[in-house]
Nanobody
Framework: QVQLVESGGGLVQAGGSLRLSCAVS????????MGWFRQSPGQEREFVAR????????SYTGSVQGRFTISRDNAKNTVYLQMNSLKPEDTAVYYC?????????????????WGQGTQVTVSS
């Protein structure tokens, strides 16, 4: 049973920073590509960032490019999302997800395992 557990969410003022973590257990972490998604009330879950198995390749949605950084530590079975220059529109529940496939995807339906989510609230 694969488990993903997010942490690090909270309340921050606009312009501030947060670092989300996602600890993975139950499967060889280095065989998983990892992603972060977010969902605001009344909105569909949307792609934020993805990192490949080795950590050598990353991708981001345009609205967070240059502000957010995804990284991973395969020795600690953990993926991170460093969020800087936060804006009120970044407010959402953030989800960590794992993809067993080697093929690139940023679609919700292509990720195999999901965490429970962590709330990020950015005040103006």
């Amino acid at each position: 049973q694969v488990q993903l557990v997010e942490s690090g969410g909270g309340l921050v003022q606009a312009g501030g920073s947060l670092r989300l973590s996602c600890a993975v257990s139950g499967r060889t972490f280095s065989n998983l590509a990892m992603g972060w998604f977010r969902q605001s009330p009344g909105q569909e879950r949307e792609f934020v960032a993805r990192i490949n198995r080795s950590g050598a390749s990353t991708s981001y949605t345009g609205s967070v490019q240059g502000r957010f950084t995804i990284s991973r530590d395969n020795a600690k079975n953990t993926v991170y999302l460093q969020m800087n220059s936060l804006k009120p529109e970044d407010t959402a529940v953030y989800y960590c997800a794992a993809d067993r496939s080697l093929a690139y995807s940023d679609s919700v339906g292509d990720f195999d395992y999901w965490g429970q989510g962590t709330q990020v609230t950015v005040s103006s």
